[in-house]
């Protein structure tokens, strides 16, 4: 099976539906599972794509830890707004340099095509910034920010693009956010909130593809 038809397979044949500019998916958990539950029942896909609003995405197990109130305090106070997100892992924090990308489609398999789905977007992810010069890895780097068997980095060293997904029944959110540019207060936020929730982590592992490119000009 080749990557178009792996892709097919995974994500779906159903008609797209691209939001415009400025207009974007949910973070919100209990607003996303709604929405799953409208496209499982519409069949047609919605598909964001846009830079974010600073935002700290925490999922639902980071709620659980002792130090989450401390953690949401600490992204606050350093201007990002948290939120409880629709898929899994731990904390991810993303701001205006990161482009964040949301597809809620129907899926007769939606459970069933889950890894799938995480293969064939870090595999064509990897793919294309190779074709930069980048050294893109598809897995995760020991010390990253949620780390996840899907995540796309570089030289095995930094994390890029991070992956996670939300099923209901008959449908799936595929979401994944792409670390264009990284400035220090993300960096400082990650490493703060994570040592507020007893998470590992190494602030060295949060990479960017600006970084990665050098200087266009």
Not at 124 to 141: E, F, K, N, P, T
Not at 153 to 177: C, D, H, M, P
Request: glycine content about 10%; proline content about 6%.
């Amino acid at each position: 099976m080749n990557l178009a038809q792996a892709a097919s397979a995974a994500f779906g044949s159903v008609p797209i539906r691209v939001l415009p500019p400025g207009h974007r998916l949910p973070d919100d958990a209990d607003e996303a599972r709604a929405l799953l539950l409208e496209v499982a029942a519409s069949g047609e896909a919605i598909l964001s794509l846009a830079p974010a609003l600073p935002t700290a995405a925490f999922s639902r197990r980071d709620t659980l830890l002792p130090g989450y109130a401390a953690a949401a305090q600490a992204v606050t106070a350093h201007g990002f707004a948290p939120v409880v997100r629709p898929v899994g892992g731990h904390l991810a924090i993303y701001d205006e340099g990161s482009l964040v990308l949301h597809l809620a489609a129907p899926h007769p398999q939606a459970k069933e095509q889950i890894t799938a789905r995480f293969e064939v977007f870090a595999r064509s992810m990897a793919d294309a910034l190779s074709q930069w010069g980048i050294d893109a890895r598809v897995g995760a780097v020991p010390g990253e920010y949620c780390d996840g068997a899907y995540s796309v980095n570089a030289a095995g060293r930094r994390k890029l693009i991070g992956t996670g997904q939300r099923i209901v029944r008959g449908a799936y959110l595929f979401s994944a956010v792409v670390m264009v540019t990284a400035g220090e207060p993300l960096r400082s936020a990650l490493a703060e909130a994570y040592d507020r929730l007893g998470l590992a982590f190494d602030p060295a592992t949060v990479g960017a593809v600006a970084d990665e490119l050098g200087d266009l000009r």
